[in-house]
């Protein structure tokens, strides 16, 4: 008995493995939920706009597929936060459900120690985002409009579809009966007032489109038909019919500006990276500018609006994390889809209190950039309060 010596631990050795285990496994989770979120909205949106389009050959298959991995940067600004947010409610779930966080606070660590490795992934995945939704994100959407643009002024006839009602361009609705390769059929065309009232309707048995560089306007030719004019004030009154008039050839221009923006216009300010919203800010401001001192207070509250939006959403990821890790080891749960649905509710909550908040845009005086904050203040507070009680117990 004299000659046994006690074991000595080596404790930093055995918390930097720990470490070690819960960063890899946070990692490793968060960056499938990513993925798996990411193919979710990429194809959400896909089938929303690409896939259509694609079968009706109004986009080639190339343009289709860059269009396509254009959107992976802009929904990584949605997926990020709810996708670490469900790698640490899914991980440490599962430990606490194996009594490893027992283990781990029975052999000395804490909750500050615990949590060390998974707050740093937060830290690296909030300068992810920040790159994301200042740079990469903007960029994309902005190149997604201008492919966009192109394949409309390259072969604008192929956004034709027959037997379809088009209302894309604003003041009408356009019904093309018969679509045989460029030639088209059957026209029925409806003029709208500003109150969506019918004030002119022409029919006309064949015609085509035309595009104008210069001015970027579609011209739609018609050939062989007849118009009707209601009143303008009472459009809606038949009592009173007028004749219709006949024409050989007529023809009504379509400006393409009102469904993607004029051509080579400025950019939205949704799509500008943080560089140029900093060059469009100070271009507000220089007084040598023809502006409005309104449309200056415009601008700028909109790009202050843009700016802590990409910030909020940024940031929402050290916030979410921050409140998924005291959830995740009091869940216990191994189960996915419980872990899962939690993690989603969260952030829907953030994103809602978000739109809410930027939905007060058109109310400068209440500071929506700032409201956009709240969230992630909420989310803090409640995080720091889970984990000061959960370091006592």
């Known amino acids: 008995m004299g000659n ?16 070690r285990y819960i960063f890899f496994g946070v990692a490793f989770t968060c960056a499938g939920a990513i993925g798996v979120l990411v193919f979710i909205l990429v194809m959400g949106n896909a089938m929303r706009d690409l896939f259509q389009l694609f079968s009706q050959g109004q986009l080639s298959l ?35 459900a194996d009594h490893e966080i027992i283990a781990a606070r029975s052999a000395g660590i804490g909750l500050i120690r615990l949590s ?73 065309i409806w003029e ?11 029919r006309a048995q064949s015609g085509k489109f035309e595009f104008n560089e210069k001015d970027n306007f579609l011209i739609l030719v018609l050939n062989r038909g007849q118009s009707e004019f209601r009143s303008s004030d009472t459009p809606e009154d038949f009592s009173r019919p007028r004749p219709a008039l006949a024409f050989d050839r007529a023809s009504i221009q379509l400006p393409l500006q009102q469904i993607f923006g004029a051509h080579k216009e400025r950019k939205r300010v949704g799509e500008m990276n943080l560089r140029e919203l900093l060059v469009e800010y100070r271009r507000l401001r220089d007084p040598e500018e023809d502006l409005t001192e309104t449309e200056r207070e415009v601008g700028r509250q909109e790009i202050r609006l843009v700016i802590q939006e990409d910030l909020t959403l940024a940031y929402s990821v050290f916030s979410l994390t921050l409140l998924g890790i005291p959830l995740g080891i009091r869940v216990s749960r191994k189960e996915t889809s419980a872990n899962l649905g939690l993690a989603v509710v969260l952030a829907m909550g953030f994103y809602f209190m978000m739109n809410m908040a930027g939905m007060l845009e058109k109310y400068p005086e209440l500071r929506p950039d700032l409201l956009l904050w709240v969230p ?18």
Not at 4 to 19: A, N
Not at 192 to 202: A, G, H, M, Y
């Open 4 to 19: 046994c010596r006690p074991v000595k631990t080596k404790g930093p050795l055995t918390v930097s493995i720990f470490h």
């Open 62 to 96: 190339m343009t289709s597929g860059e269009m396509l991995l254009l959107l992976i940067p802009f929904v990584l600004s949605y997926a990020l936060p709810l996708g670490i947010l469900t790698g640490v409610l899914l991980t440490l779930g599962r430990l606490s």
């Open 376 to 393: 992630n203040i909420l989310y803090q507070i409640i995080g720091f309060t889970m984990c000061y009680r959960f370091g006592r117990t």
């Open 116 to 188: 060390a490795p998974i707050l740093f992934l937060a830290v690296l995945g909030v300068a992810v985002s920040l790159v994301m939704n200042f740079h990469y994100a903007p960029n994309a959407k902005a190149r997604y409009r201008e492919i966009l643009q192109d394949a409309v002024r390259t072969n604008p006839l192929s956004f034709i579809v027959e037997r379809s009602f088009i209302r894309e361009f604003p003041g009408y609705v356009i019904y093309v009966g018969r679509k045989q390769a460029d030639q088209l059929g059957d026209f029925w």
């Open 192 to 202: 709208l007032d500003d109150r969506e009232r019918v004030v002119k309707f022409i």
